[in-house]
């Protein structure tokens, strides 16, 4: 699997989107891009996840850059249940393995 | 209403002891998985199971052997528990263990405690 860079941490005032970057450079043509959140003392929460193209759900939005080293996940309007540690994990198709690394914990505040 | 749900959530036991945890998924999948999160709060995978069939084991001690009675079941039974064996275990699930595109939902785990 394509390994994933993040931050470590990350901060965002309520109300405000949270934009958290990733950078796969050695992606795949055939891996995918998922995101995870972990809340506190919760099981990894499925966000969203997308090839090539941009994606959107009730959740959040991913853009993923047109060469796909690189994506970013936007929280449009964060709130305080936003807390957590976010995981961009790259997947290859055909292999249900996830690894997850270390994830960026983004602190939302009042 | 849960969609993974595990069992016991929390388990408190001494070493050298013999544990199990059970997960059960109401979503219809039919791949279910076991992943550790150590108290680094490293998340890896342990196993997985597709129609009761073994896919994926990590390296795993022996002492750690999963059970899949059913698609919608998957049992950890762990033998001689060791101090080591401290952590929270996740069940997940998803839809076919052969697509890319299918996510993974998790449990809220079980945290273990090896005395």
């Known amino acids: 699997d394509a390994k994933t860079t993040q931050p470590p941490s990350m901060d965002c005032a309520e109300g405000r989107a949270a934009n958290l970057p990733c950078n796969h450079s050695t992606i795949s043509g055939n891996e995918y891009v998922y995101w995870y959140r972990q809340i506190h003392s919760q099981g990894p929460q499925y966000i969203i996840h997308g090839l090539k193209n941009n994606e959107t759900n009730e959740m959040a939005s991913l853009i993923i850059t047109e060469d796909r080293k690189s994506s970013t996940l936007i929280l449009p309007h964060a709130t305080l249940r936003d807390t957590a540690v976010y995981y961009c994990i790259v997947r290859v198709v055909g292999f249900q393995k996830l690894v997850f690394g270390t994830g960026t914990r983004l602190l939302v505040s009042p | 209403d849960t969609a993974v749900s595990q069992t016991p959530k929390y388990l408190v036991t001494q070493m050298g002891n013999d544990k199990s945890i059970k997960c059960e998924q109401n979503?219809?999948?039919?791949?279910m998985y076991w992943y550790k999160q150590d108290s680094k709060k490293f998340l890896k995978i342990m196993f997985s199971y597709n129609n009761k069939e073994l896919i994926i084991n990590e390296t795993v001690p022996n002492r750690f052997s999963p059970k899949s009675p059913d698609k919608a079941h998957l049992n950890l039974h762990i033998n001689s528990l060791e101090l080591g064996d401290s952590a929270v275990y996740f069940c997940?699930?998803?839809?076919?263990?052969?697509?890319?595109?299918?996510?993974?939902?998790f449990g809220d785990g079980t945290r273990l405690s090896i005395l």
């Open positions: 997940a699930s998803s839809r076919g263990h052969d697509l890319g595109n299918q996510p993974q939902h």
């Open positions: 979503l219809g999948h039919d791949t």
